[in-house]
């Protein structure tokens, strides 16, 4: 897909995870929700 004319297209990606390593992903998306003004441009 191209960007044209300064649209922007988003592509999401589901991959499984080890167990042992989901504390990780939710202690960085609970940090990140504590500070929305880093995520503006998201």
């Known amino acids: 897909m191209t ?3 300064g ?3 988003a592509l ?3 991959t499984p995870s080890k167990p042992r ?3 990780a992903n939710n202690l960085v998306f609970m ?3 504590g500070v ?3 995520l503006v441009g998201l």
Do not use: S
């Open 12 to 14: 999401n990606v589901v």
């Open 36 to 38: 929305p003004g880093q």
């Open 21 to 23: 390593w989901t504390w």
């Open 31 to 33: 940090a990140a929700r």
């Open 7 to 9: 649209k922007a297209a």
């Open 3 to 5: 960007n044209i004319a």
